[in-house]
T-cell receptor
Framework: DAKTTQPTSMDCAEGRAANLPCNHS???????VYWYRQIHSQGPQYIIH???NNETNEMASLIITEDRKSSTLILPHATLRDTAVYYC??????????????FGKGTSLLVTP | KAGVTQTPRYLIKTRGQQVTLSCSPISGHRSVSWYQQTPGQGLQFLFE???????NKGNFPGRFSGRQFSNSRSEMNVSTLELGDSALYLC???????????????FGPGTRLTVT
């Protein structure tokens, strides 16, 4: 699976959009980009995933660059409850490693009043 | 639909003992994975089951084992507990079958194990 690079931490004001970047310059054609988040002391929560097109759901939007070497998770109107560690994961559905996810260190997002 | 449930939520054991943790996946999910989370190592993959078969195993010693039942419920066992086994143990289920395009995992709240 391709390696991902995320900033260690970010701040965002409540009500503003939170844009979380992820670099995955070695991504291959069959690898998807997944985003999860983990609020303190809870299990990780699936947010969104995509291959090459931009994706949107009720939680967030995922913007993937045309060359697929980077992506941005957008929380359009951040709330205090969005304070969490956000993980960007690249995973191939062709992998022989089944469903195992490599979470890495993630980005610690702090939403402030 | 009920989420992934894990029991117990908290557990305190002493060194040398063994422990069994239980996970019930979301109804209809047949794939179950287990992860260990510690402050130092982060989230690390333990093993994955689908249709009662272990499909993949992480880099953990043989003291860590698991199984899956015909109703997709899963258990993991840790024998001869060590202090370093203190961690949050997370179970995740997936609606997808292995080899299908894209998949996501849904995590339970975890079992907090403390070894003294």
């Amino acid at each position: 699976d391709a390696k991902t690079t995320q900033p260690t931490s970010m701040d965002c004001a409540e009500g503003r959009a939170a844009n979380l970047p992820c670099n995955h310059s070695t991504i291959s054609g069959n690898e998807y980009v997944y985003w999860y988040r983990q609020i303190h002391s809870q299990g990780p929560q699936y947010i969104i995933h995509g291959l090459k097109n931009n994706e949107t759901n009720e939680m967030a939007s995922l913007i993937i660059t045309e060359d697929r070497k980077s992506s941005t998770l957008i929380l359009p109107h951040a709330t205090l409850r969005d304070t969490a560690v956000y993980y960007c994961i690249v995973r191939s559905w062709l992998s022989n490693s089944g469903y195992a996810l490599n979470f890495g260190k993630g980005t610690s997002l702090l939403v402030t009043p | 639909k009920a989420g992934v449930t894990q029991t117990p939520r908290y557990l305190i054991k002493t060194r040398g003992q063994q422990v069994t943790l239980s996970c019930s996946p979301i109804s209809g999910h047949r794939s179950v994975s287990w992860y260990q989370q510690t402050p130092g190592q982060g989230l690390q993959f333990l093993f994955e089951y689908f249709s009662e078969t272990q499909r993949n195993k992480g880099n953990f010693p043989g003291r860590f084992s698991g199984r899956q039942f015909s109703n997709s419920r899963s258990e993991m066992n840790v024998s001869t507990l060590e202090l370093g086994d203190s961690a949050l143990y997370l179970c995740a289920s997936s609606p997808r079958a292995p080899g299908t395009v894209n998949y996501e995992q849904y995590f339970g709240p975890g079992t907090r194990l403390t070894v003294t």
